[in-house]
């Protein structure tokens, strides 16, 4: 893997596609700054080397035209206090004052360019904009793992601009070296966690991982499609009733290949989708009418808590339940301490996955698995596909 270690960036202006989609406040205040922490060690690798920076993001989504809310100007002092060092922002990523500011970068110095996305030919993957954002820089460092399934300008096209100068950032390098352990390299037994709210946007995933894992969680609200498909009562739970045979094929699947799957036995049940709903626990398979399944229950929490202690390798994504819920959280906290002891005894765990990353940071555990990616998208889509186009565009011969 080409990455910025075996790069020397003595006197080179390096354009680096970061990920700074953070979220801001109604005052342009930062209130998680993980994607920017996440980018500082690639920055001062380059900066150490005696390099120049020109940073490029996208932040949130602007109509294909400049918008205040999304200018990446809000982020500028936050840059700076993060790097201790002054940090120039180009009020467009193309142009004359991204020309202007890069031409003027010299070595330990940053630039900040513009929102790409301000320009419609960012996603649409144009490549004179590409050409146009090459021209900046004379080496290419993607470190942007969460858009690096988009084939956009620039985290795609701006590589072919630079074939023998284009590397892979820390980031980038972390999760793939991770993601690539968990798919190539598992330590057996190897047991894949899915939860979230529908079976309809895993099915391919479940598909790829059943010819690599042994054991197979599910929970969250697909689990109910599961139960309904062998004939179950579930109430007025979450079912994709057009998945039914598809569940009823993952089971069959499953077992044609080895894999031990896992359905709950138990529900906590509520008499609404709300945090102050009634509840009680129930046999997952006979919900009585006017209840709905919004978590585990306490048979199977112990249950895949000992699946989990007996596995090498932990592939987390989806929680167990509604965990935004204070009510219907358990089971996916319990989930997610049975991997951090899981990880103590020696498993490599990862989570990916929007929601299951929101859960373990929850419960601040994030430092207590062994990677947390950080692009759920991305992570998915590599599962499914084996390749993104993002990591193609810079190791393409
Ligand atoms: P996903 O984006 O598919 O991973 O889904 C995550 C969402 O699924 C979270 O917001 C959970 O609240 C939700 N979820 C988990 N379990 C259930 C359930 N039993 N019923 C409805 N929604 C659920």
Known sequence: MKTVDNYNFKGKKALVRVDFNVPLNALFTITDDTRMRAALPTINKILEDGGGVILMSHLGRPKDAPEEKYSLRHIVAHLSGLLGRPVTFAADCIGAAAKEGARNLKSGEVLLLENLR???????????????????????????????????????????????????????????????????SAEKPMTAIMGGAKVSG?????????????????????????????????????????????AIK?????????????????TVVGDAFSNDANKQTVDIKNIPDGWMGLDIGPLTEKAYAE?????????????????????????????????????QKGAYSLIGGGDSVAAINKYGLGNDVSYVSTGGGALLEYIESGSLPGVDAIEKI
């Not at 993957?125 to 460092?141: I, P």
């Open 250 to 266: 993952i089971l069959n699947d499953a077992k044609a290949k080895g894999v031990n799957i896992y359905i709950p036995v138990d």
């Open 118 to 184: 301000f320009h419609k030919q960012e996603t649409a993957g144009t490549e004179s904009f590409a050409q146009e954002l090459a021209s900046l820089g004379d080496v290419y460092v993607n470190d942007a793992f969460g858009t690096a399934h988009r084939a956009h300008a620039s985290t795609t096209i701006v590589a072919n601009f630079f074939p023998n100068d284009r590397v892979f950032g820390y980031v980038m390098a972390n999760e793939l070296a991770s993601i690539n352990k968990v798919l190539n």
């Open 307 to 343: 699946v989990i202690s007996h596995s090498k390798t932990i592939l987390w994504n989806g929680p167990m339940g509604v965990f935004e819920m204070n009510s219907f959280e358990h089971g996916t906290k319990a989930v997610a301490e049975a991997i951090v002891a899981a990880t």
């Open 202 to 246: 895993k099915i391919l995933i479940i598909d790829k991982l059943l010819d690599k894992i042994d054991n197979l969680i599910i929970g969250g609200g697909m689990a109910y499609t599961f139960v309904k498909a062998q004939g179950g009562k579930v109430g007025s739970s979450l079912v994709e009733e057009d998945k039914l045979d598809i």
